[in-house]
């Protein structure tokens, strides 16, 4: 199966992608994870990327492309679900020629709908545990007593300028992307709000009557 998952920042694509990476057996790749650690080991991409990420703002490009079709490469141009690619149209345009080459395309692409007060609530209050990548939240799911306080930290493009910036980039640059989707009937529209469990069940839902009707 290919799969990809749309929302804006604080969305919670990370946490259904891991679901439902579990549930279907898919590999995640996620242009985010692979620029964070393109910056954590000094490479020349992560280099380049640094200081958009920190400001919230898109990656150029050619970096994203690059990285995205490396990973989908290694997995054999099936069997994934993307978090966060594409994320703009000329991404989209990349993406399918690239597929197409290979004889594939995506199957569905998950939205969640979330609105703007919730997502800014979740990013501001959002903490990680440096050595697994857990995600807290200081208020809902605060991270447990014996870790270490200076283990748990925040992305650093989770302070409110960047959160801001990183709202309107979705809007302005990744909501005509679901609407290329759209058109194509393969856009699938979730309410991202209630508890992870409950959102996950809806996705489940519409991706099993989406492969049925969309084989590989
Ligand atoms: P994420 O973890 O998906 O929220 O991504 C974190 C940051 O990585 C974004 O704010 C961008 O700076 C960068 N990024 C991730 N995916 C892309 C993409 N497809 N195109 C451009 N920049 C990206």
Redesign the pocket.
């Known amino acids: 199966m290919r799969l990809a998952i749309f929302g804006p ?1 604080g969305s919670g694509k990370g946490t259904q992608s891991t679901r439902l990476a579990n549930s279907y057996n898919l590999t995640i790749i ?4 692979l ?1 964070r650690e393109a910056i954590a080991a000094g490479t020349p991409c992560g280099r380049e990327a640094e200081s ?2 920190r400001h ?4 150029p ?1 050619k970096v ?1 492309r690059e990285l995205a079709n490396q990973a989908i490469a290694k997995q054999g141009y099936s069997e994934f679900i993307l ?6 149209l000329e ?1 989209a345009g990349w993406l399918s020629e690239y597929l197409k080459s290979y004889n594939a395309r995506l199957q569905c692409v998950v939205s969640l709908m979330v609105p703007d007060e919730i997502l800014v609530s979740r990013l501001s209050r959002r903490r990680l545990h440096r050595e697994t990548g857990q995600i807290y939240h200081l208020d809902y799911s605060p991270p447990p007593p014996d870790i270490p306080p200076e283990e748990i930290i925040q992305r650093l ?1 989770d302070h409110p300028e960047a959160i801001l910036i ?1 709202l309107e980039t979705y809007r302005a640059e990744t909501f005509p992307v679901e609407d290329y989707y759209r058109r194509k009937g393969i856009l699938i529209e979730i309410d991202g709000t209630g508890d992870v469990e409950s959102i996950q069940s809806r996705i489940v839902k519409h991706v099993d009557r989406f492969s049925t009707l969309m084989p590989a």
Do not use: N
């Open positions: 920042p996620s242009t985010g994870d620029i958009y990420v919230g703002e898109l990656v490009g994203v978090d966060g690619y594409p994320r703009t991404q493009d990183r």
